[in-house]
């Protein structure tokens, strides 16, 4: 299943950056490229570089690495939950209120890297046992309609759009 496949009443036209950004891969294609993408982007950084925000009340990069793997989670719950025909309409999230109460800015680059490398496995294992049936199927997520496949290529256009936006604003 190609990204390019989706259509617009699968998701919220917020995501279509996301998915737009992956171009014409598959779903497991775009988690292997955007996960190996993403670690060597964290490899590069320098240490001293991990609580550098480049404005006031910007986050760090640490910050941003863990609201990626925040993220991901929260899309792999809704999957879930969708996947599993639940009809209730799942809450939105708030990042804002999440990011400081992650603690990111007292982890070391390797243990931001082990839990990314820990969920997107996670996210891998999920889709994987979802069949064709199950990626189709819509639910409802933040008041919009949104599709399983919908979610497993916008959790891989989250990771790309933060990739770009620490290399613009970060590095």
């Known amino acids: 299943m190609k990204a390019t496949l989706l259509t617009t009443e699968e998701y919220n036209a917020y995501y279509d950056p996301y998915i737009k950004a992956l171009g014409n891969v598959d779903l497991f294609q775009a988690f292997n490229e955007t996960e190996k993408e993403f ?7 320098p240490e001293e570089k991990l609580h550098y925000s480049y404005g006031i009340g910007k986050w760090t990069v640490a910050e941003v690495l863990l609201h990626v793997v ?4 929260i899309f792999q719950y809704r ?8 009809k ?41 046992s979802f069949n064709d049936q199950v990626l189709l199927r819509n639910g409802n997520a933040n008041n919009s309609v949104i599709s399983v496949r919908a979610i497993g290529f916008i959790i891989s256009g989250h990771v790309k759009h933060h ?9």
């Open 79 to 86: 999957a879930l939950r969708i996947g599993r025909n639940d």
């Open 88 to 128: 209730t309409n799942l809450a939105g999230f708030d990042e804002n209120l999440f990011v400081p109460e992650s603690f990111s800015n007292e982890r070391s680059v390797e243990s931001l890297m082990d839990e990314f490398k820990v969920v997107r496995a996670s996210t891998r294992l999920l889709f994987k």
């Open 163 to 171: 990739i770009r936006i620490i290399k613009e604003r970060y590095l």
């Open 39 to 45: 670690l060597n982007l964290i490899n590069s950084i």
């Open 70 to 73: 925040d993220t991901e989670r």
